[in-house]
């Protein structure tokens, strides 16, 4: 299973010919981020235990296997101290570690049009509170537009580790 979508490709000649490319979203402190399909293993109920969690990352047992579980609530919302979590979205690095994301709202499936994702500048990547997401979708709405930042794993997990 591929960690993550190769986010080389989303710019690359081959996948602008493409019409769109399939993701989750979901919300976390009121960022709307994405993860591509091919990056996830499941989506499951967050656990009573965990829906009020504090800790940026903990572990969470599911049949045989131990996941660690990231809870950016905090990396969002410096001033939420409990996580309003509701779901994990349960995805999987080339290791074969499991990793699950603790999300506030039941994940939605959708194809983005490969002509709404865009590059996010490295300049913006350093340092900023959405340092984890690689690329932006940005889709018209009747009110104005709706960004939908798409997160590698691992800088979500780098982010949580430096903190």
């Known amino acids: 299973m591929q960690s993550t979508i190769p986010f080389q490709s989303l ?3 081959h996948n602008r010919s493409q019409e769109s490319v399939r993701v989750i979203t979901f919300t976390i402190a009121n960022q709307t981020l994405a993860l ?3 990056a996830i293993v499941k989506v499951v109920s967050c656990p009573p235990q965990m829906i009020s969690s504090t800790e940026s990352i903990e572990l969470f047992h599911f049949g045989q296997r131990v996941i660690t579980v990231l809870n950016l609530h905090k990396h969002f919302a410096q001033s939420l ?3 309003s979590g509701k779901f994990l979205v349960i995805t999987q690095l080339k290791q074969k570690e499991l990793y699950a994301f603790l999300v506030d709202t039941p994940p939605d499936l959708i194809d983005l049009p490969s002509s709404t994702i865009r590059q996010l500048p490295e300049s913006y990547r350093q340092g900023h509170v959405l340092s984890i997401a690689s690329c932006v979708a940005v889709l018209p709405q009747t009110e104005g537009t709706t960004p939908i930042f798409i997160i590698e794993i691992e800088r979500a997990i780098q982010a949580l580790r430096i903190k």
């Open 36 to 38: 591509p399909m091919n």
């Open 81 to 83: 101290e409990v996580a």
């Open 11 to 13: 710019n690359s000649s």
